[in-house]
């Protein structure tokens, strides 16, 4: 089993920038692909970006690519996603999930509790 736990949310205006982290627990942490996700208020929940097991493979949404980066340090058992240029659409709370499938299902069978991201105008 894999427990995670996002921080790194808070405040920020438009055109900034923020890191979140994704701090995972258990023995098979290398095992899993990683991704973020992101729900805004009344929306559905959405894919961000993902990365393999051995960070390679990224891949982004298009409404983030060129903007977003997420990486994985396996030594530190920690995922995270670099948010540049932030816009007001980007607020959501943002969810780290793992998954052996996640790159081709964009869904995880692990999840954090998450953490709010807002952009202001």
């Known amino acids: 089993q894999v427990q995670l736990v996002e921080s790194g949310g808070g405040l920020v205006q438009a055109g900034g920038s923020l890191r979140l982290s994704c701090a995972a627990s258990?023995?098979?942490?290398?095992?899993?692909?990683m991704g973020w996700f992101r729900q805004a208020p009344g929306k559905e929940r959405e894919f961000v970006a993902a990365?393999?097991?051995?960070?390679?493979?990224?891949y982004y949404a298009d409404s983030v690519k060129g903007r977003f980066t997420i990486s994985r340090d396996n030594a530190k058992n920690t995922v995270y996603l670099q948010m540049n240029s932030l816009k007001p659409e980007d607020t959501a709370v943002y969810y780290c999930?793992?998954?052996?499938?996640?790159?081709?299902?964009?869904?995880?069978?692990?999840w954090g509790q998450g953490t709010q991201v807002t952009v202001s105008s």
């Open positions: 990365v393999s097991w051995s960070g390679g493979n990224p």
């Open positions: 999930a793992a998954g052996r499938l996640l790159l081709f299902t964009r869904s995880g069978d692990y």
């Open positions: 258990g023995r098979t942490f290398s095992s899993y692909a």
